[in-house]
Each structure stands twice: as C-alpha cells, then as structure tokens.
C-alpha cells in the first residue's frame, strides 16, 4: 500500500489555514527549489518515510507525485515581505475534480489552497503547518473563521498576510521534513 500525501495534510499534523480559492493569486511565485527525488517524513516519525518527485510544471507552480508520475500535487512559494530571506509561504492548491471524459482548469477560482510556512534547509525544506484553535487571535482578525479539526478559513489576503507574518515570529515547529534524494 503506497504511503498518501496525508503528511502535509491538515488533519493529521494540527491543523491548517485554508481559502476557497487562492488569496495569493496576484502575486508572483518564487522558483526556490530545484527539481529531483525527495524523501519526506512528519518531524515526529522520521522512520515512517515516503519517497516522490518534485518537478516545476507552470506558472511557477511546483509538482510532486510518485515516482511513477501519479498521485500529483500542486505547490507554489511567495515570498512574503517581512518574513526572513529563509522562509517562504507554501500554498497546496487541491485542484477541483475533473470528470475523466472532459478536460478541464486544473486550478480554478474554486480550488481550495491550504497554506503553510516552509524553511529552507542546507539538504531541502522543513515546513510549519499552523493550527488554527478556536478562541485563538488568528481567529479574531476579519475574514478568519474558524472550524473543527483545528481548520482555519480565510476569506481575505489581508488577515491570511498578517497570519503568517505573526506565525514566523513564533518559535518554529517544524511539522514535515523534505530532504534531497
């Protein structure tokens, strides 16, 4: 049984930060990463670890998927004014489902995008998923509302900047490990 994409998944490391649609559609995203073989694992199973390929599509979107091409996923960074030269915002766009008889936009106005900070390392990426607890002062800017699992949805790209810009400022957590092949 292959491992799932699960590990940068919200539900299993806290919680995530979340928008129907992208909040960071106009800005340009920055190409930090080379291509390759990545090997990841969550920070507290590093046994437990999963091998996929990481290639620049479009657009400066990033994909990775298996090694034998399926199972992708849809990564772009921005850097983000004020946060340090090392770390940049990652943004999982969830591309909408596509019947398989038409073609269609894999990223839509529709898509969900989650969003986490990433590290930039000597041998790959640590990223810090965010979690998002009910009663929390990310749940008091405007915009921001918050759900179960500890899932927070943003409606505006004003509330999600001052998130992760008050996010850097805490002491780093680091949720998943990427690391060259």
Request: glycine share 6%; charged share 25%; proline share 6%.
């Amino acid at each position: 049984m292959r491992k799932p994409f699960i590990l940068l998944s919200c539900f299993l490391l806290a919680g995530c930060w979340q928008s129907t649609g992208s909040l960071l559609s106009d800005m340009k995203p920055v190409q930090t990463f080379h291509a390759g073989k990545v090997v990841y694992f969550a920070a507290d199973k590093p046994t437990d670890r999963a091998h996929e390929v990481l290639s620049l599509w479009k657009d400066g979107i990033y994909v990775m998927s298996l090694p034998d091409g399926s199972d992708r996923k849809l990564f772009r960074f921005f850097a983000l004014p004020g946060l340090p030269r090392d770390i940049f915002v990652v943004e999982h766009i969830l591309p909408v489902k596509c019947r398989p008889e038409n073609s269609c936009n894999l990223i839509t106005s529709r898509a969900e995008s989650d969003y986490a900070l990433v590290r930039m390392t000597k041998t790959g990426a640590e990223v810090f998923n965010p979690d998002c607890a009910k009663g929390s002062e990310i749940t008091k800017l405007p915009g921001v509302r918050a759900g179960d699992y500890g899932i927070c949805t943003f409606s505006n790209r004003s509330s999600l900047e001052k998130a992760l810009l008050a996010l850097a400022k805490q002491s780093w957590k680091t949720s998943v490990i990427y690391k060259y092949e």
